[in-house]
């Protein structure tokens, strides 16, 4: 039989251009910038509470690496002012009437002790690194840490909650920012000492020299914080569109998702979305760019007429003899040192509240993440669980008109499999994160043992329950750390071989080059991969390794051969007395092996039965399972 294949574009038919990626926008509290009506006082009036949350932060990472750094800080400080003091009795001497081997003598005590702390001040700016090498990878690490762990920590529900995952991607950038906070933190810290010692010599030689001078810096100091605060602004607008490139990226270039990228001819308008959003966000970063440039200009010349008025000043004093000769050389050294520490003064703090701003994402988010942890109680579950009853249960997710699950009233009891069947979207999935306690109903109640979920410590619930869910995840870990989840219970491997041999494993894992040592990523080095219905039976058997009094498996053979399925099936049936046990599954031929079904439709129960009752009865699921049949 030949078989004619048309295409359609060959037959000339215009096909539309792909379409733009969506514009993501969000409103209310999350969807407005935090710094839009921000005064430039308040702005920065932040330096001092930023400095004291990073020295906190580094006191509670490394002590000795705190105090080492504040110590180093100071002693840098003082070899500045003494550098300065020194210099000036220098000049004084060398600059004075005499033979100059007469002032150079007289000089010598103070050039050395110039020379002396100049050198003083390398060493301390040295231990000053040093100590900054220790302190900022711990900060990081443990930013870094924190994140994961308020990701991990948060109640299930907030996942869908508006803005969580673009608030989640502004923190990820405050993690990264951390690395850069003790170092702005130092040089701020050093520029402000050196700044003061260099002031207090000016003031000393005249006083109209400190607000001069002051007066160079700040427009810089002004321009520095505008910067900052235009910059951030394009980063909170990119955030979504970033957040959605980095998942789009990730999708597109992972080697398990290949094939449908390449067999579907995706490539092609796979990099158009990714460059048409790229562009998206370079567009708003390239109109940020004059905005940046006529601040920098407008404060950079401001700047260099109020510096110009400082050396006029000086020249003015000077030539008119207000100040002797010896005391404006002097002042030229201050002046100039003063200068640069104002400057890099202004320019770290400005570097500080940049960060900060970054920061301040990352700690909103996690603040959010603790309101948004479990906040249950600590009522404990018995070791065997022989009764789980749902109440009238209703679960609706954020955004959604509709519950997922209205008003469900079931009864579950120890020794018996309960299987869950529906269409799509009926709530089955739901339902199981309702029993486990994953996601806690809006109304009613789910008690295990009497004891209602709402008031138990979760912890406590989900060391008695295995999940196999529906999108269950291939773990980058080896072998052994896959069924056991780097939790063994034993020494030895003998009870992982238990359930690697309940699924159908063994011949398979001691195939691996490594056997139960091997890395199951084939992206990494050394590593192997499984084949989709291997992973599945590889999650089935870290839900039969645990042990617990709650078993419940979401699809668990959608990807399985029959001989894989019917071996789950059997070891389902070999361990039920001991356990409760739900199976949510489209395979209707398979809640044979079930005590009860229960048969949902749009959040509801419809249907409660044997296999035999609910297939000869006439209602949704012998309709479902007629349809099974004839295909």
């Not at 109640?155 to 991607?169: I, L, M, N, P, W």
């Not at 760019?289 to 000043?313: D, Q």
Request: glycine share 8%.
């Amino acid at each position: 039989m030949q078989v004619t294949v048309t295409d359609s574009s060959a037959a000339g038919v215009e096909t539309p251009p792909p379409p733009p990626p969506a514009t993501i926008t969000f409103e209310g509290k999350h969807g407005k910038n935090p710094l839009a009506e921000a005064s430039f006082g308040a702005l920065c009036m932040r330096l001092p509470a930023i400095l004291a949350h990073t020295a906190r932060r580094a006191w509670a990472v490394d002590r000795a690496g705190a105090v080492l750094l504040l110590v180093c800080q100071l002693l840098t400080g003082t070899a500045a002012a003494l550098v300065l003091a020194f210099t000036a009795r220098a000049m004084t001497h060398l600059l004075a009437a005499g033979p100059v081997s007469e002032r150079l003598h007289a000089a010598l005590p103070a050039l050395t002790v110039v020379a002396a702390a100049a050198g003083f001040g390398r060493v301390s700016s040295a231990l000053s690194s040093y100590a900054d090498s220790r302190i900022t990878p711990l900060l990081t690490t443990e930013a870094d840490l924190s994140l994961v762990s308020a990701v991990c920590r948060v109640e299930a529900s907030a996942y869908g909650e508006d803005g969580f995952a673009d608030r989640q991607e502004a923190a990820e950038v405050g993690v990264t920012r951390t690395r850069t906070m003790v170092q702005d933190a130092q040089r701020f810290m050093a520029a402000l000492i050196r700044m003061i010692a260099a002031t207090g010599v000016i003031t000393a030689l005249h006083w109209m020299m400190l607000p001069l001078l002051l007066l160079a810096v700040l427009p810089a100091g002004i321009g520095a914080v505008l910067s900052a605060r235009v910059d951030y602004e394009t980063h909170y607008n990119n955030v979504a569109d970033r957040n959605v490139r980095s998942m789009m990226r990730w999708w597109a270039t992972y080697s398990r998702y290949g094939d449908e990228v390449r067999a579907n001819g995706m490539t092609g308008y796979l990099i158009h979305w990714y460059r048409a959003l790229s562009d998206r966000i370079d567009r708003r970063t390239l109109t940020a760019a004059p905005r940046m440039l006529r601040i920098v200009l407008a404060t950079s010349a401001l700047g260099g007429v109020f510096l110009l008025g400082t050396w006029a000043a000086l020249a003015w004093l000077a030539v008119t003899g207000r100040v002797a000769l010896p005391v404006a050389a002097t002042a030229v050294v201050a002046v100039q040192t003063a200068l640069a520490a104002l400057s890099q003064f202004v320019v770290h703090g400005a570097a500080m509240f940049h960060t900060s701003l970054y920061l301040a994402d990352m700690r909103s988010f996690l603040d959010m993440a603790d309101e948004r942890a479990p906040q249950r109680g600590t009522a404990t579950v018995p070791d065997r669980v022989d009764e789980i009853r749902l109440d009238e249960v209703v679960h609706r997710y954020p955004g959604r008109d509709e519950p997922a699950v209205a008003g469900v009233s079931l009864t579950l009891r120890r020794g018996e499999i309960l299987a869950v069947v529906g269409e799509n979207g009926s709530g089955k999935s739901t339902l199981a994160k309702l029993i486990t306690g994953i996601l806690l109903a809006d109304k009613g109640r789910v008690l295990w043992d009497g004891t209602d979920l709402a008031d138990a410590d979760p912890e406590a619930v989900w060391r008695r329950t295995a999940l196999v869910p529906q999108n269950f995840a291939c773990w980058p870990l080896r072998a052994r750390e896959n069924v056991t989840l780097g939790r063994p219970r034993t020494y030895d491997d003998g009870p992982v071989w238990e359930a690697v041999d309940a699924v159908g494993m063994r011949e398979t894992v001691e195939k691996l080059p490594q056997g139960l040592d091997t890395l199951l990523a084939r992206e990494l080095w050394g590593g192997a991969e499984l084949s989709g219905g291997q992973w599945q039976r590889l999650a089935c058997a870290r839900a039969l390794y645990r042990r617990t009094p709650l078993l419940i498996l979401d699809e668990p053979t959608s990807q399985m051969d029959q001989r894989g399925e019917h071996r789950i099936f059997l070891e389902i049936r070999r361990i039920a007395a001991e356990r409760m046990t739900v199976v949510v599954t489209h395979q209707l031929e398979n809640t044979r092996l079930a005590d009860r079904i229960v048969v949902m439709r749009a959040g509801r129960v419809v249907e409660q039965g044997t296999y035999e009752e609910l297939a000869h009865g006439g209602s949704l699921f012998a309709e479902l399972l007629a349809l099974a049949q004839d295909r």
